[in-house]
């Protein structure tokens, strides 16, 4: 088991606790609540099952007390790879009433995130999917593990395990009959590590982002305030629960409210509007392209259950914050939050139009803001500087890393976001841009530093620079400039066979490659990433925007 150290003090336990912000509680003991008071109610769906509250706390108990008998127990960390299936949430409450930790990861990554993720964690238990979307889980995993020595245990959901693998089914099929005698479940300390997400920064290298029950919690109960959402709600989720959307507003927010959740595995605008319709969805949140093809393909499907629709996670162009109150009938809440913080700032019910369309709403209960300058002070209102935050669900720092925790706070505790923004005078914000490298494509994060380490080895490649290209849908795709070696041509159907060879996920690839004699530099010898942004910006203008390879 490896140790988990943070950067919590006591005392930031004692001053979030003595305001409310830290209550104590973890998701699980709200589904027993709710499984006691409701126990017929709709817990969630899925595209092959649904469960009320009674039989997913039923099922929960029997999945935890099989991890227990597979060695599961207090720090003990369950890497979990799956769609938004069923099996997902009761893998994450199970780790909960266990105290285990929950490393959630997107099914798109591939070898090369797993054995980066898996071996830094010491993960002890993974468990994946047969197949998804046609990729064979099991056939990666059976080729990685001998690369994984801390790994004990792989279960495989919705299909056939390879040799030394285990059926999903055999947690509750076997251990639950063994429970006599084994003792209570210990459950989660709300104070401890229970989270490990990993985010691509500017570094090259995966963070992994450590969350308490607590810091987790802490900005569900302000969204839920400010939405008025409550028991009535549906929730219909489309972003991984592998990424910290899905995670607090899919699973956590969910089940804290004791509504139903409406899982969607692969993103369809069709088949989201027919399931708002077939299941009263009344609440989603996701990136900018899901509101985006969800208010221009909705098609005739009767969305009027839908009253509230989050987006964050890429800037959202206000015409079509526009177009989605006209079409959908709902609340459009522009927000803006990280995998370390949540969503930290949002847009309320009632808040006038001008904040709707222009802004990305006012922080939530517990957190803060400030826009600095290059020296750390403050910045008069509607000032463009570096935003800074902190607050009650800021993170608890990166697994292993003290020295990113550090470098990413100021000495008296403020995160820098690496954004660039402006407030308002009523403090409202407004994102401006990205001091960090990083390409964001329809909210997913695209770690330029990895990719151009990779490509740096390419055979032809004497140089690389991979920037964001503007997208009409998806806000960003990456392109990399790349200066040939010597009587070479670099291809964009050569990049993508290369990083394929190297397992990365695809979603990280450059979209298009560009050939260029050399790199505009600073005088400290920098490439000004600003300039090829803007010379790509250009050549899509003449083209009519169109990312050609």
């Excluded at 969503?343 to 209960?365: R, S, Y």
């Amino acid at each position: 088991m490896v140790p988990f150290e943070t950067d919590l003090t006591d005392a930031r336990v004692r001053e979030s606790t003595r305001r409310g912000f830290w209550r104590n509680e973890t998701v699980a003991a709200y589904v027993d609540r709710w499984a006691r008071e409701q126990p017929t109610k709709a817990a969630m769906v899925d595209g092959v099952s649904r469960l009320s509250y009674a039989e997913l706390a039923r099922r929960v108990e029997r999945v935890a007390y099989g991890l227990a008998a597979h060695g599961v127990g207090p720090g003990v960390v369950i890497s979990c790879q799956l769609p938004n299936w069923n099996e997902f949430i009761v893998v994450l409450l199970a780790a909960d009433r266990l105290g285990a930790v929950v490393n959630p990861i997107p099914p798109i990554y591939r070898a090369s995130e797993l054995r980066f993720m898996l071996n830094r964690l010491e993960s002890s238990v993974v468990v994946i999917p047969g197949t998804f979307r046609g990729f064979d889980h099991v056939a990666m995993l059976a080729a990685l593990r001998p690369e994984l020595p801390r790994l004990e245990h792989v279960f495989v959901v919705r299909g056939v395990p390879g040799d030394g693998m285990l059926p999903f089914t055999r947690l509750s099929d076997t251990a639950w009959e063994a429970r006599e005698g084994r003792g209570g479940l210990q459950g989660s300390d709300p104070n401890r590590v229970h989270e490990v997400i990993f985010t691509s920064g500017t570094t090259g290298e995966p963070k992994g982002v450590m969350h308490t029950p607590n810091t987790v919690l802490a900005i569900i109960y302000p969204v839920i305030e400010r939405l008025g959402l409550a028991e009535r709600d549906v929730v219909l989720m489309s972003s991984t629960f592998a990424h910290q959307t899905g995670y607090l507003y899919g699973y956590c927010m969910t089940f804290m409210l004791g509504a139903t959740g409406v899982w969607l595995d692969v993103w369809n605008a069709p088949e989201a509007a027919r399931l708002i319709a077939a299941e009263g969805v009344t609440f989603t949140m996701g990136a900018t392209p899901f509101l985006q093809d969800l208010t221009y393909a909705a098609g005739g499907a009767d969305v009027s259950s839908l009253r509230v629709f989050i987006s964050a996670g890429a800037p959202i162009p206000r015409p079509l914050v526009r177009d989605a109150r006209a079409r959908l009938g709902c609340a459009i809440s522009p927000g803006w939050g990280m995998t370390e913080n949540g969503l930290v700032t949002c847009n309320g019910l009632d808040d006038p139009e001008e904040k709707v369309f222009t802004t990305d709403g006012h922080p939530l209960a517990g957190m803060e803001l400030r826009v600095v300058d290059e020296e750390g002070r403050d910045l008069p209102s509607r000032t463009e500087g570096d935003l800074l935050v902190r607050g009650a669900s800021q993170f608890v720092g990166y697994f292993k890393r003290p020295d990113f925790t550090r470098e990413s706070h100021t000495p008296d505790g403020w995160f820098k976001t690496g954004d660039r923004a402006s407030l308002d005078p009523e403090g409202c914000l407004s994102i401006t841009g990205r001091t960090k490298d990083l390409i964001i494509r329809g909210g997913e994060n695209i770690p330029v530093a990895e990719v151009e380490n990779l490509l740096f080895a390419h055979p032809k490649i004497a140089g690389v620079a991979i920037v964001g290209m503007p997208d009409p849908r998806l806000q960003e795709r990456a392109c990399a400039f790349v200066i040939p070696k010597s009587g070479e041509t670099v291809t964009l159907a050569e990049v993508v066979a290369y990083l394929e060879a190297k397992q990365l996920a695809r979603q990280k690839f450059p979209e298009r490659v560009e050939s260029i004699a050399e790199f505009p530099m600073t005088p400290s010898g920098k490439i000004q990433k600003f300039r090829l942004r803007q010379l790509i910006a250009e050549k899509l203008a003449a083209e009519g925007g169109r990312p050609r390879g």
